[in-house]
Structure formats: C-alpha cells, structure tokens
C-alpha cells in the first residue's frame, strides 16, 4: 500500500485529542469558534472527525488551548498527516465516502470481529464471487465500473497478508455458504477458497448453524474494528444501501462484543467449521 498509515484513523485521533483539550480548557465550542473566527458548527466536525483541517487551525487551537512544545508538534504532525491521501482514494469514482471512512479505518486496524448472515466476508471473497455479489447489490452502470469496485474490494484484502496483518475473526451464517452466489462453479470456488484463507494464523472462521436457531444477530451484519494504538476507540459499522452508521460509545461497543461472543458460543469450532464448509463443497 502507498501508506503504511491511514489518514482516517490519524484524522479520528486528533478529533479525540482535540475535543479532551477544549474540555480540560472549559471552553465551549463557540468560544473556539470565535476565536478561529468561524461559525461553531466548523469546530463540531473537526471534533468529530468529519473532513479535513487545516493545520493552521490546529495550531490556533493549540494556542488557545495552551499546549505547546513536544505535545503540540505531536498534534501537528497529527493534522499533516490527517490531510494525506490513502491507497483507497483513487477509487473515489466507485468509493462513496461512508463507505471511505470505513475503508480507510480498516487499513489500520489491529483486529476485525464481524458475522455475515448473506454473504461470504469481503475480505475472504474470490474475484468471480465478487463480481457476482457486485452484480446482485450494486446499480452500477458500466462493466468498468464492477470490475473498479471489484478491484477495491481485491486490494482491501491485502490487509490479511502485509507486514502487519489484521486479524479478522469473521462468523458466517450456514446460509451464506449455501447460498449459489454466481452458480455452482463459482461457489465451489468460494468454498474452497475460504478453507484456504481459514488456515492463515489470523483468520478465523465459524459457521453458524441453521439449527441454531434464532440468535441475537438476526437484525444484521456488523462489523467492530479493533486498533494498535490504545487511544484509537474501538468502533462498530453497519452497512445500509444508501449508508452506514458507526458507533462508538463505550456501551454500544460493549453490546456487539456481548453479541459477538454469543455468537462464537452457538457456532461451531473452527476446524469443524472446515469440515463443514467441505461438506457443502461436495453437495454443490
């Protein structure tokens, strides 16, 4: 990749960081706003993460806030870097920008723990499986364009084999292994592909079985991303067609991981998850 960093993930941190010094100051934010000589909805989106800004900004803040010497060049650093592009940015003609924060957090995260009820995990996708599943869900209007969201979807999984590989522990509903996406050639394919995948050091897989019954993820996929560095909070992602919502608040993340961990405990162990997905290779 063109950073060993993500822009996103440096841009959330200095929000973080940014949002602790005004509190510790007392200010609110339309005393920064004053001072900046802006409107204060400008200081709630650099707060909150949401578009660049300036590192001259950053350094008037820092001013008002008091913060000087290795600290506040920490923190300008911080913004330099927040304002760079990632690896995911050339694809901004098929990469909405929901979907751009979620991306470029997934490039530096630590760890993955999601569940699939649909579909095979994207990071876990073979090319023809993705075409297919791009075909099925996206309105996309040219060829070029699926295989541009196909290429993206390709480049993010790298992330399972660099320097610093995510760990991704991923629970797939049986149905999402059954299901033909893109005829039964293909699907084999997939299956064997996932077997595959599953015997690297840092995926996981599980299937939960349709005998299961009903379990507590029944509403929908969910994603939590896990970060190397402690200050970084945890966040939780969930896709719509038009959207997505993070969450990031301590319950809500301690929620999904009660969710998750219930999960685990009603799905069978991974290596009987590989006999399992063998199983449903052979029925195809």
């Known amino acids: 990749m063109a950073l060993d960093y993500s822009p996103t993930v440096r841009r959330r941190r200095l929000a973080a960081e940014l949002q602790r010094l005004r509190e510790i100051s007392g200010m609110k934010l339309e005393d920064v706003a004053a001072y900046l000589d802006c409107r204060h909805p400008k200081v709630s989106r650099i707060e909150k ?3 660049a800004v300036s590192v001259g900004d950053v350094r008037l803040m820092l001013d008002l806030y008091g913060v000087t010497g290795v600290e506040a060049a920490r923190l300008i650093q911080l913004a330099r870097d927040s304002g760079k592009k990632g690896w995911w940015h050339s694809y901004s003609d098929v990469l ?3 979907l751009a924060t979620y991306v470029g957090l997934e490039a530096e995260a630590a760890e993955c723990r999601t569940y699939e009820g649909e579909v095979v995990n994207g990071l876990l996708q073979t090319h023809d499986y993705a075409t297919a599943v791009t075909l099925a869900t996206v309105d996309a209007s040219s060829v070029d364009e699926v295989d541009r969201r196909v290429e993206l979807r390709l480049k993010r999984q790298r992330r399972l084999h660099d320097e610093r ?3 991704l522990h991923v629970v797939h509903s049986e149905a999402a292994l059954r299901r033909p996406v893109g005829g039964r050639a293909v ?3 997939q299956l064997r592909h996932l077997v595959q995948l599953a015997e690297l050091p840092n995926v996981t897989v599980r299937v939960l079985p349709i005998s299961a019954g009903a379990h507590p993820a029944m509403l929908g996929p969910f994603m939590m991303l896990r970060f190397p560095e402690p200050s970084d909070r945890d966040v939780v992602y969930l896709e ?3 959207g997505s919502l993070y969450l990031e ?3 809500e993340i301690a929620d999904y ?13 991974p290596r009987e998850t590989i006999r399992l997905i063998h199983r449903i290779t ?3």
């Open 165 to 167: 590989p995510l760990e």
């Open 249 to 251: 608040k301590f319950d």
């Open 187 to 189: 699907m084999r394919e």
């Open 96 to 98: 909405p920008d929901w």
């Open 49 to 51: 993460g949401r578009g």
């Open 282 to 284: 052979e029925e195809l």
């Open 240 to 242: 719509t067609q038009v």
């Open 257 to 269: 991981s009660r969710v998750f961990d219930h999960l685990c405990r009603k799905a069978v162990d």
